[in-house]
């Protein structure tokens, strides 16, 4: 007995050690490949893209960028077109001064045409922070265009969603640029608060007019009683058409001061090196909602 | 496996305590083990206790979810880890009967939530999204009834319920709703069936009143070896849940000796590969945490201990019948004759002494032991119980509990039963003439000093002689009494002797009983002349020894017919008296009617030769 007793003790010494080995699942939800990625600060350009979602520091020679937005501050729609390229002289790239890249100064061409509207020169800064300061430097020119001066002028009334964007750069004999940008259908949205915020079950309810294909982005950002937005998150997923974000995702973000959000939902087309060579080229449709939460 | 999940009602043969601990292992990617479980039982006579630690019935899961969050430097996937357990069970039983078993058993189970969600932070300078794990937890206890039916040394049937009453800390999680173990209520009947003590075979089937149903069916075979017993079996089982229709093989063989039994395990899928997706978990859901969609083939090692604080039992008692109500007064008779027989069974595998002991409460003051028997293994005998009486003076019959035990070579008895027995009071006889000698004996003291006291009322010379102490006795004692039939209105009553002096009366046994005693306690030897009468009322009354030889005779009388010639134990003839002790008008009297009966009864009608007179000498 005493020989059994010592085996059972030894046993239990040697083979009690493991645990129990988990099983792996997998998920299988109707939303798939979440993606979530903060958005560096300071990068919303406040005159057409609330979003931040163009990086202006691509590293190409050509940067077009062609964006249909629609904005719905809550009953208030309006609707807009931003164009505009940026042309680098990679061969004059700007560093902050502990070498930090920057960008490029740019490059200026003759004329800049969208739908053959003739975009204007208008000055190219970066605003950037050294420590707690913003500074600004002036990289060169970007050509702009916006659906409101098209009207005025009487060209295109509405942004060409499902459509092209004819582009044409003039810069001398042998170095013009045509091409057509194709553009993406316009994204609706849709921003709902569901669930219990006590019972750690909140979400907000994502809902777009679906594609079916491709991806989607959805931005989270914070907007000031000046009317600043600072984007913080980007989101992406399938053109699915529906997505489910936690509220307590943002539990840093939603105090008693600052109650409201803007969620931008963005359809792109990106096309690299496709027209000319060493050049990005993306389409966009943007619907920004702005919603105030209880 | 010896648990919860086939055993509800906690049926158990444990004598005393019981260790048991059960490893399991697993190789699934990698080679895995683990305390599976460790439980104790105690038995408390007809109760039983069980407690079990079980660190290995869990189930987790790692769901690597297909949201991803961009960190500075990498990408990282959320996951949500689920943790099922069933931290510990108890239960408690009672045993009714051999074949009527009731049990109780309560469960805790646990249930964590882990799931990792992106959370935002941002500054002047920077925002980040990272990683914040949030835990939730959903226990809750299970509570069920289970009996058992052992039907006969064939047939045993179970019952128990699933998941009878369910209590559940308060939790409306999303994790909770979705993930939570499945708590349907349903029944489990299963039924045993042995032949030969070798084979054995048992059918189960669980049955949830919604979507749950089971069933098993295995045969186990045992037969001895090396002193111990081996029992190898094997389990067929099928889960609605899983594939193909019979989803598991379940084969253990055990080895049994001295009180532990080691046994070796496993269950084995014919598929393992089932669908692993969190839609399967959350459509179907887990019943059982010991067998569900995602268990895999693992083994399992048994160590059951029974900790033997009470020794090893060698015999026991299948019964005991009470052979004689108890006659105090008739006590030495209990020396030769046994007053209660037990049938008892040798259970083990060698030759045990047994040493029976007994003791009623109210007669004895201490264990009376009877004879060691010995009992070859296997054998089942007849064992006898002895007694000596401690107490006489018992006034009035009752039923006192009679303890009988069966002593091995440990201070413990083997074992115990207990059964009633009728206690008559210190008068009760049997109606067996032999027996009024006790009552004759017991009184001594008594008739001693009252035969003296009268004899010296008389000179000396008067009672130089047996017989005229004989007649002045029987004179003085006859003319102080009257003879009554029965004054107790029950022939199976004796008086003691001063009794019947102090009533100034009695029947036959009391005055023969009396007066044997006056002379047998003065020396003069008598006897009992018992006249059987089987179609009516038995007499007696008594042969005196006058201590005369028959050429003395005329020293008495010159009628040969009023005397019986009998030899001493030197074998010289002595003259002996027939005494009518009923005849109180004298000796002569007395006398007379005892010779005119005892010719008759004993010599004319051959009552000596048929046996329907006897006569009991009183030593």
Redesign the interface.
Same mark, same amino acid.
């Given at each position: 007995m005493k020989n059994i007793t010592l085996t059972l003790l030894i046993s239990i010494l040697l083979f009690s050690c493991g645990e129990p080995l988990p099983t792996e699942l997998i998920e299988v939800t109707n939303t798939s490949e979440v993606e979530f990625e903060a958005v560096p600060p300071g990068s919303a350009n406040l005159d057409y893209d609330s979003t931040g979602i163009v990086d202006r520091n691509i590293d190409k020679s050509i940067v077009v960028s062609v964006v249909g937005v629609r904005n719905t501050n809550f009953r208030t729609v309006q609707t807009e077109g931003y164009y505009y390229a940026i042309f680098n002289d990679k061969s004059n790239p700007v560093q902050t001064a502990n070498g930090h890249m920057l960008g490029y100064k740019t490059l200026q061409m003759n004329s800049v045409f969208f739908n053959n509207f003739q975009a204007r020169k208008i000055d190219y800064k970066l605003k950037y922070k050294i420590g707690s300061v913003y500074l600004d430097t002036l990289l060169g020119v970007k050509y702009f265009a916006s659906q409101r001066m098209m009207n005025m002028m009487g060209r295109m009334n509405n942004f060409p969603y499902a459509g092209r964007v004819n582009f044409r750069v003039v810069s001398g004999p042998g170095r013009n640029i045509e091409f057509d940008i194709p553009t993406p259908s316009e994204i609706i949205g849709r921003v709902r608060l569901i669930g219990n915020r006590n019972a750690s079950d909140e979400y907000f309810d994502l809902e777009w007019n679906s594609e079916g294909r491709g991806r989607v982005e959805i931005v989270f950002a914070t907007i000031n009683q000046n009317g600043e937005v600072n984007p913080l998150m980007k989101v992406k997923g399938n053109d699915n058409g529906n997505m489910k974000v936690p509220f307590k995702v943002f539990k840093n973000i939603i105090d008693k001061d600052n109650r409201s959000l803007v969620v931008s939902f963005a359809r792109k087309i990106e096309n690299t090196d496709k027209f000319t060579d060493d050049s990005y080229i993306v389409s966009e449709s943007i619907h920004n909602i702005r919603i105030d939460l209880p | 496996m010896n648990g919860l999940e086939g055993n509800i009602s906690n049926f158990s043969n444990t004598k005393d305590f019981e260790?048991m601990?059960s490893?399991?292992?697993?190789n699934?990617?990698?080679f %895995?083990?683990?305390?599976y479980s460790?439980s104790i039982s105690k038995a408390f006579g007809n109760h039983n206790f069980y407690f079990r630690y079980s660190?290995?019935i869990?189930? %987790?899961?790692?769901?690597?979810?297909?949201?991803?969050?961009?960190l500075p430097d990498t990408?990282a996937n959320l996951k949500t880890?689920i943790n099922y357990s069933e931290k510990f069970g108890t239960s408690y039983s009672y045993k009714f009967s051999s074949g009527v078993n009731l049990g109780l058993s309560l469960r805790y189970f646990e249930q964590t939530f882990r799931e990792e969600?992106?959370?935002?932070?941002?500054?002047?300078?920077?925002?980040?999204?990272s990683i914040?794990e949030?835990e939730l937890s959903d226990n809750f206890w299970r509570g069920d009834l289970g009996f058992d039916f052992i039907l006969n040394d064939i047939l045993s049937i179970s019952l128990s319920t699933i998941n009878l009453f369910i209590s559940k800390e308060d939790n409306?999680?999303?994790a909770s709703r979705l993930y939570s173990l499945k708590t349907e209520k349903g029944i489990h009947a299963s039924f045993q069936l042995k032949s030969n003590n070798k084979f054995m075979t048992k059918f189960g089937y669980e049955y949830g009143f919604d979507k749950y149903k089971a069933f098993y069916a295995g045969l186990n075979y045992s037969f001895n070896l090396a002193g111990g017993i081996i029992t190898a079996g094997t389990l067929l089982a099928h889960d609605r849940f899983r594939q193909p229709y019979i989803s598991s093989v379940i084969p253990s063989i055990s080895f049994t000796k001295?009180?532990?039994t080691?046994s070796a395990g496993g269950i084995i899928y014919a598929l393992n590969n089932t669908s692993?997706?969190?839609?399967s978990?959350v459509n179907d859901g887990i019943y059982s945490l010991f067998n569900n969609p995602?268990s895999?083939d693992r083994a399992f090692?048994n160590?059951n201990?029974a900790l033997?604080f009470k020794s090893k039992q060698f015999v026991k008692f299948i019964d005991v019948s009470i052979d004689s109500d108890v006659y105090p007064t008739l006590s030495e008779i209990y020396l030769n004759k046994p007053f209660a027989t037990g049938r008892v069974v040798n259970i083990s595998n060698e030759i045990v002494e047994v040493r029976p002991a007994s003791f009623i409460n109210g007669i004895n003051n201490e264990l009376i032991y009877s004879p060691v028997v010995k009992i070859l293994p296997g054998d089942t005998v007849d064992v006898s119980f002895f007694t000596t009486i401690s107490n006489i003076e018992v006034d009035k019959r009752k039923i006192e509990q009679a303890d009988f035990y069966l002593y091995t070579d440990k201070s413990e008895p083997d074992d115990y039963i207990q059964k009633p027995v009728l206690i008559h009071d210190k008068n009760s006889w049997d109606g067996n003439v032999f027996n009024l000698i006790y009552f004759v004996r017991k009184d001594f003291e008594f008739t001693n000093k009252y035969s003296r006291e009268i004899l010296n009322k008389y000179p000396r010379e008067s009672t130089a002689d047996v017989f005229r102490k004989i007649k002045i006795l029987y004179d003085e004692f006859s003319h102080s009494l009257e003879y009554v039939s029965d004054p107790r209105s029950s022939t199976e009553s004796v008086q003691f002797p001063h009794e019947t002096i102090e009533l100034k009366g009695g029947d036959c046994d009391d005055l023969s009983v009396c007066f044997s005693s006056m002379l047998e306690s003065i020396g003069i030897q008598t006897a009992f002349v018992d006249y059987k009468n089987l179609g009516g009322v038995s007499h007696v009354n008594l042969l005196v020894n006058t201590e005369l030889t028959p050429s003395e005779l005329f020293k008495i009388t010159n009628n040969d017919n009023k005397v019986v010639v009998r030899k001493n134990e030197k074998g010289i003839d002595q003259i002996w008296l027939p005494i009518e002790t009923t005849v109180l008008s004298g000796f002569k009297d007395a006398w007379t009617a005892g010779a005119d009966k005892f010719n008759s009864e004993a010599i004319e009608k051959l009552g000596l030769s048929k046996g329907t007179v006897i006569i009991i000498d009183i030593y």
């Open positions: - | 260790l601990a490893f399991s292992f697993q699934e990617n990698r %895995n083990s683990n305390l460790l660190p290995g869990a189930q %987790n899961f790692i769901i690597k979810r297909s949201t991803t969050i961009q990408v880890e969600s992106p959370i935002l932070f941002y500054t002047d300078s920077v925002n980040y999204i914040k949030e409306s999680s999303e001295d009180g532990y080691i692993k997706t969190t839609e978990l995602y895999t090692v160590f201990l033997s």
